[in-house]
């Protein structure tokens, strides 16, 4: 699909670069051809950023460093001519006029990288998912509130 929404939620448990969720196209043969949200390690810290083989890094302009005591949650959202960085509900980076993914993205791994199993993630990893369309900031930011603080965001009577 050329345009989705991946989101993952994590909390690493040691210091080294380590890719949270990553979505491929192995159709492309033996090219790397994948979106990967990561920390990835930089000058000692491990900021939240995104890889695409094709449009490169998407890093906010203020490092948003993921620490071992608490979740991120994080989002990529691509629509075709656009990719965006959400964390913790907040957009944090956004990159226009990219190169826009093709339809043969299928392959969804969740706290690896998916060509040469390096960057195995250590920690916890909740509510990962491939949402094969654009989610808007607002159910970004509600569904951060829901995951972080869920009796906070609904009563149940």
């Known amino acids: 699909t050329t345009t989705f929404t991946m989101a993952v939620s994590a909390k690493r448990s040691a210091g080294q670069q380590a890719a949270l969720a990553s979505f491929r196209d192995f159709s492309a043969g033996g090219t790397n051809d994948r ?3 990561l920390h990835r390690l930089v000058s000692g810290n491990y900021p939240i950023q995104v890889w695409d083989d094709i449009n490169t890094w998407l890093a906010p302009g203020s490092p948003v460093n993921s620490t071992t005591s608490a ?3 994080v989002a990529c959202v691509y629509n075709g001519t656009n990719r965006e960085l959400y ?3 907040v957009s944090k980076a956004t990159q ?3 190169t826009a993914r093709d339809a043969g993205f299928t392959a969804f791994t969740v706290g690896g990288d998916d060509t040469t199993d390096g960057e195995n993630f250590d ?3 909740a509510f990962a998912y491939i949402y094969p369309g654009v989610l808007s900031a607002d159910w970004l930011a509600a569904e951060h509130s829901m995951v972080s603080n869920p009796a906070g965001f609904y009563a149940i009577t």
């Open 123 to 125: 920690g916890d990893i």
């Open 96 to 98: 226009s006029g990219i």
């Open 71 to 73: 979740f991120n949650r």
């Open 87 to 89: 964390i913790d509900g």
């Open 35 to 37: 979106v990967t949200i």
